[in-house]
């Protein structure tokens, strides 16, 4: 009998669910051995007499040291420290019937199961989440055609262009060899080194110079395919594609500052940020978008299709929304889930197909050949979270951990003992055919002319930024060289810089204690030993283009404050109205109240009544939240007066740009900050949008509130000095 599309949807969302189908009710079950023994004592070892030495003959206890032994598998050799969830794809329509083939791209009555997992590149598996590095953006689609992977980055350039380069570029950003320092961080000799030597790396190094190395949350930020691929239609006619995710809570960051801290307070800070959404319904969301390109119009670009050191500007190919993702589930367990996922480019399906980049050639091969170290072997696929929902038929057999018992009396093909099955597909019955590209060419190691332009796109984006964006910019490279102790690494890298802006270069150069040698040529020193170095030299193609409001966060979406994280700093007595009616106006817009007071448990209010304390001022900051509220009340603000912790935090979220709400004589507490100097002392007339000093008898007062938290942060003040914090 042919299954019925709603059949089809209960089917997918069954199979989701027996991703985790070992996971069994725990009530009323007895321990065993993995052998199935029920254990009668998991508290001792078998001994000969209560005080003499253990039996070898105790296979209970060799059974668990031996599985705990070996516990620990092999962690990703990149983007190991990650964090991943369950949810659910939907396109929108079907506008991209006439350029894609794939049915879960243009099937609106499709729900698509997905897990998605999110990751720092650096960084060990147990480094902190927030240092300055690029995102991992992983999605496994599990559609009905077999597993879809778009293994993707929160920023829409890489570093490189030829994937032979990509050990390269990983040895210089892990731990230096010698002494394993420093740990998930590129401010170092190495990283710096293979930079100022390889100027293709400058665009991706822009980015991971700006703020968007500094995500405020996973689920603030964009993603991105990177390289142009194909969708490919029923005709077999294909069109060049990018591929991009754009959050619908707005593409956020965190300052400088406050991500070294953040990483001190809480290392787990975006795990839990994303784990704690999901588990109170706040289901993270993104749209998906094309950007798609006539296969005609390839080289009506100033830049190679091909080269993933480059983007299309937005404002020259649109991006197309098409649909959403919507992650709605936490993991069941970590290892299984998220640890165990094996992700891959090459995970296609009928409608998608490659282009030449040849950073994505050399990754078709390279995420294969890693599970087999990383998982133990060929049968990865097997693991519940890797399992495609697609039936899966074919001749391979046996390997190391196969959990399929294959019946019947052949593997092989052709064969006539199984009447010729599994049998292949035709096109027209889901059949993976790759797309027939004409390739008539020499075999060379080269890369084309059309990649050599390595500087006028990170002028792009320079010049898309805000002004604080790029104060921020200038920062984060006067910080990383800074960190760099070989004064020529320094020198080269101001040259590259020199070659983006000049003006930018000039910054850095000052902050550095150098000067900007004009003019400075940088080298590429990437090519053979016998090819000509004048044709790998760096060209600069004048952009079009001057700025691109899109690649600013600056222009992102604005005013929600669903999961925005706020502190209410309170002691003993505070006012009972001031803290109730702030929490409901900011509870009922989906914020999160964090109660923070001078010690745990509970305390009184002014009406004598318990409030529940989330966090001491021992164990929470400032830096863990978006905004900071003072409720009134006399006793309290005296008790907060004489808490220097209590006045840090006014001055720290002040300095992170973060809106701050006090009520009523909350002002006495501001009066004793570094704010209160800042301000000079006038804190009758606050121009400034994000401190608000009112009171909660004024309905503005909260709607002010939410207006100024939904704004994330206000960079003026960085104009004018610092609050030393
Ligand atoms: Fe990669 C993991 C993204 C280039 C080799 N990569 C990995 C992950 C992401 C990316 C998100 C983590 C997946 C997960 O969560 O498990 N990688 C990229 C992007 C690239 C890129 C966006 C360029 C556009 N990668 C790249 C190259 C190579 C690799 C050029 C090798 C030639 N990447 C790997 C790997 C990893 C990996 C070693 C480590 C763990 C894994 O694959 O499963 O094979």
Same mark, same amino acid.
């Given at each position: 009998m042919k299954s019925t599309k709603s059949d089809k949807k209960q089917n997918n969302s069954q199979k989701l669910e027996d991703l985790s189908s070992n996971m069994e009710d725990s009530q009323n079950q007895k321990m065993t051995t993995n052998q199935g023994l029920r254990i009668n004592d998991d508290n001792h070892s078998l001994k000969a007499g209560e005080r003499g030495a253990t039996l070898l003959e105790d296979f209970i206890l060799r059974e668990k040291i031996t599985h705990f032994d070996h516990e620990r598998i092999p962690e990703r050799i990149v983007h190991a420290r990650g964090s991943g969830a369950h949810g659910v794809f939907k396109v929108y329509d079907d506008s991209l019937k006439k350029y894609t083939k794939a049915a879960f791209l243009i099937d609106p009555s499709r729900e698509t199961p997905v897990f998605t997992r999110f990751s720092t590149v650096a960084g060990f598996r147990g480094s902190a989440d927030i240092p300055r590095d690029v995102r991992g953006f992983a999605v496994k689609f599990y559609t009905e055609e077999g597993n879809y992977d778009l293994v993707g980055n929160n920023m829409p350039v890489f570093f490189i262009q030829d994937a032979i380069k990509f050990p390269d570029l990983v040895h210089a950003v892990k731990p230096e060899p010698h002494n394993e320092i420093p740990q998930a961080a590129s401010a170092h000799n190495t990283f710096w080194d293979f930079v100022s030597l390889s100027p293709e790396t400058m665009h991706n190094v822009m980015w991971l110079m700006s703020d968007r190395a500094i995500p405020r949350s996973l689920r603030m930020m964009e993603g991105f395919g990177i390289h142009t691929f194909r969708l490919i239609n029923d005709e077999g006619k294909a069109h060049f594609v990018k591929f991009h995710w754009k959050p619908l809570l707005g593409t956020h960051s965190v300052v400088w500052d406050e991500a070294q801290k953040v990483n001190g307070q809480d290392p787990d800070f975006h795990r839990r940020d994303l784990h704690e959404a999901i588990e109170g319904g706040a289901y993270p969301e993104w749209e998906f978008g094309v950007q798609i390109v006539a296969e005609e119009d390839e080289h009506k670009f100033d830049f190679d299709l091909l080269d993933p050191t480059k983007l299309i500007?937005?404002?020259?190919?649109?991006?197309?929304?098409?649909?959403?993702?919507?992650?709605?589930?936490?993991?069941?367990?970590?290892?299984?889930?998220?640890?165990?996922?094996?992700?891959?480019?090459?995970?296609?399906?009928?409608?998608?197909?490659?282009?030449?980049?040849?950073?994505?050639?050399?990754?078709?091969?390279?995420?294969?050949?890693?599970?087999?170290?990383?998982?133990?072997?060929?049968?990865?696929?097997?693991?519940?979270?890797?399992?495609?929902?697609?039936?899966?038929?074919?001749?391979?057999?046996?390997?190391?951990?196969?959990?399929?018992?294959?019946?019947?009396?052949?593997?092989?093909?052709?064969?006539?003992? +199984? #009447?010729?099955?599994?049998?292949?597909?035709?096109? $027209? =019955?889901?059949?993976?055919?790759?797309?027939? *590209?004409?390739?008539?060419?020499?075999?060379?190691?080269?890369?084309?002319?059309?990649?050599?332009?390595?500087? +006028? #796109?990170?002028?792009?984006?320079?010049?898309?930024? $805000? =002004?604080?964006?790029?104060?921020?910019?200038? *920062?984060?490279?006067?910080?990383?060289?800074?960190?760099?102790?070989?004064?020529?690494?320094?020198?080269?890298v101001v040259g590259l810089i020199s070659q983006v802006d000049k003006g930018l270069a000039q910054k850095v150069a000052d902050g550095l204690g150098l000067q900007v040698k004009q003019p400075e040529q940088p080298i590429n020193h990437q090519f053979g030993a016998d090819a000509n170095p004048d044709d790998y030299q760096p060209i600069k193609v004048t952009q079009k283009l001057k700025s691109s409001p899109a690649l600013s966060m600056a222009n992102t979406i604005k005013g929600n404050i669903k999961t925005r994280q706020i502190a209410f700093l309170v002691a003993e007595g505070v006012d009972s109205k001031s803290l109730a009616d702030m929490k409901n106006a900011l509870e009922a817009e989906g914020a999160v109240v964090r109660v923070i007071a001078p010690h745990s448990g509970f305390i009184k209010d002014s009406a004598g009544k318990d409030v529940k304390v989330d966090h001491s001022f021992l164990t929470f900051a400032s830096v863990l939240v978006d905004a900071i509220y003072v409720p009134a009340g006399d006793k309290s603000i005296d008790k907060l007066k004489n808490t220097p912790k209590a006045v840090h935090f006014i001055d720290e979220a002040f300095l992170h740009c973060k809106a701050i709400a006090v009520d009523g004589n909350a002002i006495e507490l501001v009066k004793i900050s570094y704010v209160a100097n800042y301000l000079n002392k006038n804190l009758d007339k606050v121009k400034d949008a994000g401190l608000l000093i009112g009171s909660i008898a004024d309905q503005n007062f909260s709607k002010n509130f939410i207006k100024a938290i939904g704004n994330h942060r206000f960079f003026e003040r960085e104009k004018q000095g610092k609050i030393p914090a």
């Open positions: 500007p937005e404002e020259i190919v649109p991006v197309q929304i098409i649909g959403k993702m919507t992650l709605n589930r936490n993991p069941d367990n970590f290892f299984a889930e998220t640890e165990q996922v094996a992700f891959h480019p090459g995970h296609l399906v009928p409608g998608i197909d490659f282009t030449n980049d040849p950073l994505l050639q050399g990754r078709l091969f390279s995420y294969t050949d890693t599970q087999l170290s990383r998982l133990g072997g060929p049968n990865f696929h097997e693991i519940p979270i890797n399992r495609p929902i697609a039936p899966i038929h074919n001749n391979q057999r046996d390997g190391i951990a196969r959990m399929e018992i294959n019946k019947g009396k052949t593997a092989y093909h052709p064969n006539s003992m +199984s #009447q010729g099955y599994p049998e292949q597909a035709k096109v $027209s =019955e889901g059949g993976f055919a790759s797309y027939q *590209e004409r390739v008539d060419a020499n075999k060379v190691r080269a890369r084309s002319k059309s990649f050599m332009d390595f500087f +006028s #796109q990170p002028t792009l984006f320079y010049n898309s930024l $805000s =002004e604080p964006e790029q104060n921020h910019l200038v *920062e984060a490279f006067c910080f990383e060289l800074g960190k760099v102790d070989i004064p020529e690494i320094r020198q080269r």
